[in-house]
């Protein structure tokens, strides 16, 4: 059974530029948290997405995007990116109304 | 609003000695607690969590964490570390007040030494 698939792996981006981070939760999971963890900390809520609808979101600017398809799976964009983007993005999948949550591998963003 | 504090950065240890990795809350209602490990380039894995009932909790690489309610203290430990445990460990919280997000502390690097 496949867990939480992200892509790509790393990616390296220029200041001011555009990204979209994908994810495909674990089979039968129904919400998509995305997560940002900078080197040295842990990971800072970023929003969630239940029935294609943002549900909750932390506090980040309007600069950061998602969207959630019919499938469940869930993108991730970023734009006018600033070196202080430069984290490790983490996706989560869970079951509505449950409390167990699946994390990807990650996505790796360096911008220069 | 809530918080995790997780007391220690770092926590040196020998192989087969005795670890307990501290972690301390904020909320003002119930709470949901997770523990998670992070291997050096990989996401986040499930050890633990309580939701409710007994206090303690056993998880997997034979970690258990004890939920102190009056000292708002999710404390994790193993009796006998292995090398293979050398990780980041986060606690995290979840109430219901704050949606659906987790809350994490800044993580401990726990290092097994031979």
């Known amino acids: 059974d496949a867990g939480v698939t992200q892509s790509p792996t790393h990616l390296i981006k220029t200041r001011g530029q555009q990204v979209t981070l994908r994810c495909s939760p674990k089979s039968g999971h129904d919400t998509v948290s995305w997560y940002q963890q900078a080197l040295g900390q842990g990971p800072q809520f970023i929003f969630q997405y239940y029935e294609e609808e943002e549900r909750q979101r932390g506090n980040f600017p309007d600069r950061f995007s998602g969207h959630q398809f019919p499938n469940y799976s869930s993108e991730l964009n970023v734009n006018a990116l600033l070196l202080g983007d430069s984290a490790l993005y983490l996706c989560?999948?869970?079951?509505?109304?449950?409390?167990?949550?699946?994390f990807g591998s990650g996505t790796r963003l360096t911008v220069v | 609003a809530q918080s995790v504090t997780q007391l220690d950065s770092q926590v040196p240890v020998f192989e087969e000695a005795p670890v307990e990795l501290r972690c301390n809350y904020s909320?003002?209602?119930?709470?949901?607690l997770f523990w998670y490990v992070q291997y050096p380039n990989q996401g986040l894995q499930l050890l633990l969590k309580y939701l409710s009932g007994s206090t303690l909790v056993k998880g997997i690489n034979g970690f258990e964490a004890e939920f102190n309610k009056s000292q708002t203290s999710f404390h994790l430990r193993k009796p006998s570390v292995h090398i293979s445990d050398t990780a980041e460990y986060f606690c995290?919280?979840?109430?219901?007040?704050?949606?659906?997000?987790?809350?994490f502390g800044g993580g401990t690097r726990l290092m097994v030494k031979p």
């Open positions: 989560a999948s869970s079951l509505e109304a449950t409390h167990g949550y699946t």
């Open positions: 909320s003002s209602v119930s709470v949901y």
């Open positions: 995290a919280v979840k109430n219901n007040n704050a949606g659906n997000m987790l809350t």
